[in-house]
């Protein structure tokens, strides 16, 4: 089970491989981006708490979902010590179960484009910002039941990975500043991860 206790950089690459379901839809997790506390001034705590973004700030554990250019809905796993504001946006996953659900949200796109780029991961999965603070449940890799999705209420589950997947790191994307931090975890080779897919140089 994952520590969400422990900071964003740490709990980033655990989540690669990780089983992320919400409803009918799951995807096995292929790309996370670490946003971290105190200097790190990419992440959206670096000014403060504010109400847009107080589900970052705690319990770990929890979703934070916002809103980017006003239409996507981007999903983020809160972790840290509380009150640190640290998280882990889910920038894309391959989808295991629910492919017809997904379909009928994101449209003729390609099965790797299903739940490709953070806008699209909360789509395929049917988040909205009015998913905020849901706390995400933690079940062990093939649990029995695992299928069951009809929660009253129902919310996110997490399933741990079987095993760890090889992974890399690299500068995160689409941001303007703290751009150089290896703060992007992801799997090589996979087509569901976006651009750029390669490790970086050394």
């Known amino acids: 089970m994952l520590d969400f206790g422990a900071d964003a950089d740490v709990v980033a690459p655990q989540l690669l491989g990780c089983t992320l379901s919400y409803g009918p839809v799951a995807i096995e997790i292929t790309e996370v981006e670490a946003y971290l506390h105190g200097t790190d001034e990419a992440a959206h705590s670096f000014r403060g708490k504010t109400p847009a973004n107080v589900a970052l700030w705690g319990p770990g ?3 934070y979902v916002y809103i ?49 780029g953070p806008g699209n991961v909360g789509k395929a999965l049917g988040l909205g910002t009015e998913h905020n603070h849901l706390p995400v449940h933690q079940i062990p890799h093939d649990a029995p039941d695992t299928h069951i999705y009809a929660d009253a209420p129902m919310h996110p ?15 995160r994307i689409g941001i303007s500043k703290n751009v150089d ?4 975890f992801w799997i090589p080779g996979d087509q569901t991860v976006t651009s750029p897919k390669r490790p970086p140089k050394k």
């Open 61 to 63: 554990g929890h979703l």
């Open 68 to 116: 980017s250019y006003g239409i996507h809905r981007c999903c983020n796993l809160v972790c840290g010590p509380d009150g640190t504001g640290q998280g882990c946006l889910i920038r894309a996953g391959r989808v295991l179960s629910g492919e017809e659900e997904a379909r009928s949200r994101r449209g003729e796109v390609s099965f790797a484009r299903l739940a490709s």
């Open 157 to 171: 589950r997490l399933e741990a990975r079987s095993q760890e997947p090889a992974w890399v790191a690299g500068p």
């Open 181 to 184: 931090a290896p703060l992007r």
